[in-house]
C-alpha cells in the first residue's frame, strides 16, 4: 500500500522502500537493514558517536 491508502502498482517494477540500512562512507553497510526508519536512526547516532569517540582519543 502507498502512504495515501492506494495499492501498489505491481507493474511499475517498485515495490517501495522495504529496509533502511546504515551506511558509513567509511565502513560501508553497518549492522543489519531496519525495517523501519526510526529505528534506523537511532542506529546512525550510534555509529557517529563511535567515530567522534575514536577522534577524541587522538
Known sequence: ????????????GCT??????V???EHG???QPHHVKQLAEPA???HR???RAALATH
Open 29 to 31: 553497510d553497518v549492522g
Open 16 to 21: 517501495g522502500r522495504t529496509a533502511y540500512a
Open 44 to 46: 546512525a547516532t550510534e
Open 1 to 12: 500500500m502507498k502512504p495515501s491508502g492506494k495499492p501498489r502498482d505491481p507493474a511499475s
Open 23 to 25: 551506511v558509513c562512507s
Open 49 to 51: 558517536q563511535e567515530h
